[in-house]
């Protein structure tokens, strides 16, 4: 997912009036939200006949070609998932990003890659890697702090991939979920200046359009919890306000349900306005399926 933003400062650089708002000048900043399928996860048809080289050669050439300032991505593989995949991207996209990365606890060998553009930005990245709690989960997050260099604005863009919505078990959706995302929440509370603009890119593992509840004791209210947290705490979803009208697919599964389950939040204020949204490709429409026997239809 791409989302362009606009943001800028006001006549100071605290929290801006809608009076200062007119008179802010904007600047654009483009972030991407990918959950890119590490080679060591099972990858389902028809990709798994696609080599995992020729799969992300593929994906840096888009990245390349789009842009953009800041690129989240979740499931990165590491050495020991695959030899060779974070050289790949480092060869293709070290010299115009720097690569934060962070492998997930225990025994995982994929996590977390927050790139940044070098020329984006007046000085590198800080990046705290947080190790979410409850700890059995080996889930991970990226909290950046930055200077952006057109509109002197402070960003905060956060990462994350939250546990899967298992509705056999009783902690999952109930508790290892909410306490995920809202440490997040808290750290980018924390790390955050008053006039700081916000960002927060995460596959959330979850749709919070879906009404069909999974199988079990869960409603679909009860999975999608997290995202509804992240709206209380004031954000609103970059390509759920871009097409109101739509159910956005950014995701299947032959083994969860179908539906967003990436998104690029953002804390609207006087001075960071969304300029536009999309799924790439975006030759297909966002609420485009897919078939296994017809591929995706239009």
């Known amino acids: 997912m791409v989302a362009p933003s606009n943001v800028g400062h006001g006549i100071d650089r605290g929290a801006g009036s809608a009076a200062d708002a007119a008179k802010a000048a904007l600047f654009p900043l483009k972030l991407c939200q990918f959950n890119v399928l590490a080679p060591s996860a099972r990858i ?3 990709l798994d006949r696609v080599s995992w080289r020729q799969r992300h050669e ?3 050439d888009f990245l390349l070609g789009e842009k953009p300032d800041v690129m989240c991505l979740q499931e990165f593989d590491f050495e020991d998932g695959t030899p ?3 050289e790949l991207y480092v060869r293709r996209l070290g010299g115009e990003f720097e690569i934060h990365c962070k492998q997930r606890t225990g025994c995982k ?3 977390l890659a927050l790139l940044v553009r070098r020329d984006a930005f ?5 990046v705290r890697e947080l190790e979410l709690d409850p700890a059995f989960c080996d889930r991970v997050a990226q909290v ?3 200077e952006h260099r057109a509109s002197g604005r402070h960003i905060i863009i956060a990462n994350t991939h939250l546990t899967v919505a298992h509705a056999y078990n009783s902690h999952d959706i109930p508790y290892c979920r909410p306490l995920q995302i809202r440490q997040v929440l808290e750290t980018v509370r924390e790390v955050a200046h008053p006039n700081s603009a916000v960002f927060l890119c995460a596959d959330m593992n979850c749709d919070h359009l879906e009404t069909e509840p999974p199988k079990g004791p869960y409603t679909a209210m009860d999975v ?3 995202v509804h947290m992240v709206f209380g705490d004031g954000f609103s979803s970059a390509l759920h306000e871009m097409f109101p009208a739509s159910r956005p697919i950014s995701h ?3 083994y969860a349900q179908d539906g967003c389950t990436d998104y690029i939040f953002f804390r609207p204020d006087a001075h960071t306005k969304l300029s536009s949204a999309l799924l790439w490709p975006s030759s297909l429409p966002v609420d485009a399926t897919w078939s296994g026997r017809t591929g995706w239809s239009r």
């Open 44 to 46: 389902c048809e028809p």
């Open 58 to 60: 593929a994906i840096c």
């Open 84 to 86: 060779g995949f974070r």
């Open 109 to 111: 060998v994929e996590g």
């Open 122 to 126: 007046w000085h590198s990245a800080v």
């Open 144 to 146: 950046a702090a930055l």
């Open 224 to 226: 999608s919890q997290p």
């Open 252 to 254: 299947t599964c032959h």
